[in-house]
């Protein structure tokens, strides 16, 4: 009789183990990723209108949802594959947009694999990004560091292509292990 429960505490154990991994492994990402002092940096603050452009998951958007509070509001622009089934499962009230709604306070993107010969991509979206920005509005773009990985794009190449689209240079940041903070501003 025991043994036909067997299978399940075997998944029960397991399902515990998997929530406390998963637990570790968001507290070890905001160890190093440092999204408080991220949002800090591009100045999101309760109330404001906020997007993340090109989102890889849903890590950003839960804490722009925190941080903005029931008053503000969320974007993903233009999700990564699958990540449109995981905001709609897990973060629900972020909206769902192709391109940056007009009227945002600040926009994070996150950039960590984007290859030298890939930075079109990143200057399109921040064109389209700045024409989207209040007045004072920022940009945090976050890049992994060159120091090296010669094929990423570096912090100086961000920084050409933010000033390119009309954004002001605020400052670049180091305090995210292995990644830079850039941050822009619409004057």
Not at 95 to 114: F, R, T
């Amino acid at each position: 009789m025991a043994l036909a429960f067997a299978p399940v505490i075997v998944a029960l154990v397991t399902l515990v183990g998997l929530y406390f991994y998963q637990q570790g492994a968001r507290e070890r990402r905001d160890r190093w990723q440092k999204p408080e002092a991220v949002l800090d940096a591009i100045g999101v603050e309760p109330g404001m209108r906020t997007a993340e452009s090109i989102a890889s998951d849903t890590y950003f958007l839960k804490r722009l949802l925190e941080r903005v509070g029931r008053e503000g509001h969320v974007f993903a622009i233009a999700p990564q594959g699958r990540v449109s089934d995981d905001i709609a499962r897990e973060v629900p009230s972020v909206e769902i947009v192709v391109e940056p709604p007009p009227g945002l306070d600040a926009i994070l993107s996150v950039h960590v694999n984007m290859a030298k010969q890939d930075s079109a991509g990143l200057e399109r979206t921040l064109v389209e990004c700045s024409k989207q920005l209040n007045n004072g509005g920022r940009i945090g773009v976050i890049g992994i560091r060159t120091e090296g990985f010669n094929a990423f794009l570096p912090a100086s190449e961000v920084k050409r292509l933010g000033t390119d689209a009309g954004l002001e240079f605020v400052g670049e940041e180091h305090f995210v292990d292995r990644q830079f903070l850039v941050v822009l501003e619409k004057k």
